[in-house]
């Protein structure tokens, strides 16, 4: 009898010491796997085979639509302690149509909780567009239209990992747009646009340095007169990590 109580309380013993060591093995790897998290929120190549509808919009109404398929091409880099220096291109087209956007960006990854970091930065953007367009007025049709436009912009990104292996980016911008607009046989104008544009990645780790991106993004600009921009994307590929 006497032994087996002794067997007990060893055993409780055993429970007591190694119960606290193992809570805080857990807690070393998620430090860790936090870690990895933050190192991931940078320092990396994503090439994309993208989908956009655009609408030309004049008072508030669309005049002419725009569906492109495209070719995108993201990057992230820490060049300074949480400093990220952020490149995109983006272009396509189709028979009428032509649509090229670029931009440049400068951040900072900030993490709040475990496993979640924000990256507000500022940047600029330069879209170019062409299309077809009519004026009613002078019953002209098939005119090119092209548009110039020139963006700053202050965006504020956030990187969620949910799981080991699934990750959510999410970001809201707000741009500024001088846009210079030409059309065929017509006065050339420029135009002050401002608006947003929201997205929403869905991230996969698949392989050690190798991830897989499914996202959508939304972009609505405008001026004063209801002249102005709205599109829906998607983006569908693969993120090499270094």
Known sequence: MKRKIGQVFQLLAVLFL???LNAEEEMINEEIFCEEIFNKSCDKVSVYGAYIHLELLDHD???TYVDAACGRIEGCWRFWDGFTIEPMFMGGGN???EYITTSLGIGYVVPLLDCFSITP???GIYTYIK???VF???GLRDLNETFNIWSPYIRLAA?????PSLRLYGHYQYAWSENYISITH???MTEWWSGSNVELVLQYDFYECWSIDLGGEYTYSLKDSKRGIQSYGAKLGLVRWF
């Open 131 to 133: 299309t077809k367009t």
């Open 61 to 63: 109404n669309p005049t």
């Open 136 to 138: 009613e007025p002078a």
């Open 95 to 97: 028979f009428d149509d």
């Open 159 to 163: 990187s969620w990992t949910f799981f």
């Open 121 to 123: 930065s500022v940047g």
């Open 186 to 188: 017509l006065p050339k």
């Open 18 to 20: 190694t119960l606290p």
